[in-house]
């Protein structure tokens, strides 16, 4: 299994407090992307980066951010949470190959 | 942009019995196709890959998927379903020079002993 985790693994919060969910890495693959699962939907890509501080939108980026200081952490913030955020959270990664390795997921209950 | 289509939400299939789960895609440029499985309260796992070369790809747990460019389609295919099987599967697909993956919206796979 690559090694990525995923923390908290689970968290529920109140809307309109902030909320930061982490993803760590220990292939050193340079591809990381945060995705979103509802039912209905599959996965949805919120956010992915292309390197250390190098970020982009995903199709439902509205009302989070992303950063990348380090090249095996990629931090997912919710600046003020809603409902419409509750959701299992995943992230990947990958290198070059179109192939992504993703990584057990958090659940976010938003209240 | 790609999108991806998994018509059947659910399929319910009998132990022992074949199945198939219907993907297909809408890019007609060159396009990087996957399956993934998700067992329940877990990730999304690989099950196979089509990037070039033989269109019928072979995958982990005796699935196989057939690469149809002429019907844009990339279907899941096991001649003989297990308990073990129940599963989510997603389709994705991504266009050459992109990193990103468009999942389709999943086939939940139920076998009935």
């Known amino acids: 299994d690559a090694g990525i985790t995923q923390s908290p693994r689970h968290k529920v919060t109140e809307t309109g407090t902030p909320v930061t969910l982490r993803c760590h890495q220990t292939?050193?693959?340079?591809?990381m992307y945060w995705y979103r699962q509802d039912p209905g939907h599959g996965l949805r890509l919120i956010h992915y980066s292309y390197g250390v501080k190098d970020t982009d939108k995903g199709e439902v980026s509205d009302g989070y951010s992303v950063s990348r200081s380090k090249t095996e952490d990629f931090l997912l913030t919710l600046e003020s949470a809603t409902s419409s955020q509750t959701s299992v959270y995943f992230c990947?990664?990958?290198?070059?190959?179109?192939?992504?390795?993703f990584g057990p997921g958090t659940r976010l209950t938003v209240t | 942009a790609q999108s991806v289509t998994q018509l059947d939400s659910q399929v319910p299939v009998f132990e022992e019995a074949p199945v198939e789960l219907r993907c297909n895609y809408s890019s007609s440029v060159s396009v990087y196709l996957f399956w993934y499985v998700q067992y329940p309260n877990q990730g999304l796992q690989l099950l196979l890959k089509y990037l070039s070369g033989s269109t019928l790809v072979k995958g982990i747990n005796g699935f196989e998927a057939e690469f149809n460019k002429s019907q844009t389609s990339f279907h899941l295919r096991k001649p003989s379903v297990h308990i073990r099987d129940t599963a989510e599967y997603f389709c994705a697909a991504a266009n050459f020079g992109n990193e990103k993956l468009t999942f389709g919206t999943g086939t939940r796979l139920t076998i009935i002993p």
């Open positions: 990947a990664i990958s290198e070059e190959s179109y192939e992504q390795y």
């Open positions: 292939e050193n693959h340079r591809y």
